[in-house]
C-alpha cells in the first residue's frame, strides 16, 4: 500500500532547508521616536538624536557623534553601534518618517487654545455630630 505525502509536507521541508533571517537593525527617525528613550540633550552637546534604532531586545535612542559614529542612547548610557550596519538601516528609513531635528518644536502636541477649560467645583465636606 503506497501513502501519497501531501502538498503542505513537500512544502514544508523545503522551508526547513531555509536558513532563518537574521534580525537587522530597525530605524524610525524623528523627534517623537527618540524622546521615549533619552532626554534633549543642551545646546553645546556632542550628541545629535537622529531618532530611535532597535534590534531584538536592544532598543534606544540614535545618534551620532561630531566624528560620524552611531550610537545607541538609552537615558545617559551610551553604547557604540556598527557604523556601517546601521548606517545601511538608516538609509532604509521610511522617508516620509524623516523629521529635521528641532529644539523647538516639542515632541508632544500642543494644547489647544479652543478648548473650554474645565469646571471644577468644591463641595463641603459632612462632618459627623456627635450627641
Known sequence: MQIQLPSEALSSNSQ???????????????TAAWSRHTHERPEGDE????????????????AV??????????????TPLKTK???????????????EFSRESPPWPLA???APAPV???????????P
Do not use: C, F
Open 120 to 130: 471644577v467645583i468644591l463641595k463641603k465636606r459632612r462632618v459627623a455630630v456627635m
Open 85 to 99: 550596519e546601521v548606517a545601511k538601516a538608516v538609509a532604509n528609513a521610511s522617508k516620509d518618517a524623516k523629521q
Open 47 to 62: 550628541l545629535k538624536l537622529l531618532g530611535s534604532v532597535s534590534k531584538g531586545a536592544q532598543v534606544g535612542a540614535l
Open 112 to 114: 489647544r487654545n479652543e
Open 65 to 78: 557623534t561630531p566624528d560620524g559614529e552611531y550610537v545607541q542612547v538609552v537615558g545617559d548610557h551610551v
Open 16 to 30: 526547513a532547508q531555509r536558513k532563518p533571517r537574521k534580525p537587522g537593525w530597525r530605524v524610525v527617525l524623528g
